[in-house]
């Protein structure tokens, strides 16, 4: 008897994903190592998935390229980053020979000082992001629950407001455990973080080191904004 060969994973029939397996998917991770997650976001999408990273640390990149070492890593390059985060970059490509997609705005999107945040952010990061993600079917992120109050609900595994599958590996890591394993594996991180930066953005809205234990409370200090967009 002839025996059956594997369907290639890009032919295989997207996953559609009910709220019942997301929950599943979600129990399942909760207490699991993060590998656990990027190996089964590998195997279920292929080349239909891809992370996303704004390099304040290589974190998650470490862990993906363990399992898929030529996972598509997207960079969201707004125009407003500072040399430290371009300069981790460099120093994550040397390391990881990464497989880099750079997204930017349009030359004439709008900037903060003459449109505001929101036009900014929308120009400049969400819609990078969408031309990123379009014929992906699914996109790792490094949003942790301790980041700051309005990621502590984080799932794991959810379904973005484009339908498309949004893991979060990292989201439920105990704090003592990424830092154990950034030290372990000697993991690059942007020098900002040792001035006292927890969070780092665009120069212009990270405005202070951090301050207290939410660590995004230097990113857009002077208003209400806590996110850009690209996580909502
Ligand atoms: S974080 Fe600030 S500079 Fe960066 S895209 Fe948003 S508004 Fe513009």
Known sequence: MPTATPTPVELRRPTALSA?????????FEAAHPTEAIRWATTTFGNGLCLTTSFSDTLLIDLA???DPDIEVVFLD???HFAETLDTL??????????????RPDEDAPDLWES???A??????????DRALAGKRAWLSGMRRDDHAGRARTPIVQVDRRGLVK??????????????YAAEHDIVLNPL???????????????RPTDGDDARSGRWADSTRTECGIHL
């Open 116 to 118: 505001g945040t929101e």
């Open 193 to 207: 973080l040792a001035e006292g930066y927890e969070s780092v953005g665009c120069w212009p809205c990270t405005e």
């Open 20 to 28: 019942a397996g997301v929950e599943a998917l979600n129990e399942r």
């Open 78 to 80: 707004t125009g407003f």
């Open 120 to 129: 900014c952010c929308g120009a400049r990061k969400m819609a990078p992001l």
């Open 90 to 103: 460099r120093r994550a490509m040397v390391r990881y020979e990464l497989r880099l997609r750079v997204e």
């Open 65 to 67: 390229v363990a399992v």
């Open 167 to 180: 893991v979060n590996p990292l989201a439920a890591w105990p704090a003592a455990e990424v830092e154990s």
